[in-house]
């Protein structure tokens, strides 16, 4: 079974200050974790994908995430965020091959001016 | 390059009625799925398929049918709308191994 939690329902920053968007997950083997981003009535986009290679992973728009299998967390990080980064972030956990996805509820970033 | 495409993008139904919801992918991925996403929920399985011929269930079935003729098409079948199943749905689709691309959603509201 594999499930996954992300921590915060909504996180607000002002721009130009770092983001930190928090999942943890478990798994009974070790899974692929990604990131999903969705802009207001668009479908979801890939940020980035970690897949048992380094563990840390850095994805589009500045983005990366660590793997710590020690604290069974994937989080997602950007040094300054930027207005255009406002959207609902996913963290999503699978294992191999065509098994299905699990996906957080979401976290909604807030930028301010 | 088109990738994954759903059709309709907006739909209002009365209590009742059915459609279909269709999804094709021109990536040529054995995995299709179908979500629908509420607020606070997060994305929710409906159902899937790993190859033209096989569907499986997914964490919310009810309601809703599927099938896979062909490894491009995986239409969603509402046979009779309900105002619990105003959502927005979201196909998707992965090869072995990727992650899941996605099609920009149906916006759907049962009256």
């Known amino acids: 079974a594999q499930s996954v939690t992300q921590l915060d329902s909504h996180v607000s920053v002002s721009e130009g200050t770092p983001v930190l968007l928090r999942c943890n997950y478990s798994?009974?083997?070790?899974?692929?974790l990604f990131w999903y981003v969705q802009h207001p009535n668009k479908g979801l986009q890939l940020l980035l994908k970690?897949?048992?290679?380094?563990?840390l992973v850095k994805g589009i728009n500045g983005f990366e995430a660590e793997f710590k299998k020690s604290e069974t967390s994937f989080h997602l990080t950007k040094p300054s965020a930027h207005m255009s980064d406002a959207a609902e972030y996913f963290c999503?956990?699978?294992?191999?091959?065509?098994?299905?996805?699990?996906f957080g509820k979401g976290t909604m970033l807030l930028v301010s001016p | 390059n088109a990738g994954v495409t759903q059709t309709p993008k907006f739909q209002v139904l009365k209590t009742g009625q059915s459609m279909t919801l269709q999804c094709a992918q021109d990536?040529?991925?054995?995995?299709m799925s179908w979500y629908r996403q509420d607020p606070g929920m997060g994305l929710r399985l409906i159902h899937y398929?790993?190859?033209?011929?096989?569907?499986d269930q997914g964490e919310v079935p009810n309601g809703y049918n599927v099938s896979r003729s062909t490894t491009e098409d995986f239409p969603l079948r509402l046979l009779s709308a309900a105002p619990s199943q105003t959502s927005v749905y979201f196909c998707?689709?992965?090869?072995?191994?990727?992650?899941?691309?996605f099609g920009n959603g149906t916006r759907l509201t049962v009256t």
């Open positions: 798994s009974s083997y070790s899974p692929s």
């Open positions: 990536m040529n991925h054995e995995y």
């Open positions: 398929s790993v190859g033209a011929g096989i569907t």
């Open positions: 999503v956990v699978s294992l191999s091959g065509y098994s299905t996805l699990t």
């Open positions: 970690y897949t048992s290679a380094a563990t």
């Open positions: 998707a689709s992965r090869g072995s191994n990727s992650p899941l691309h």
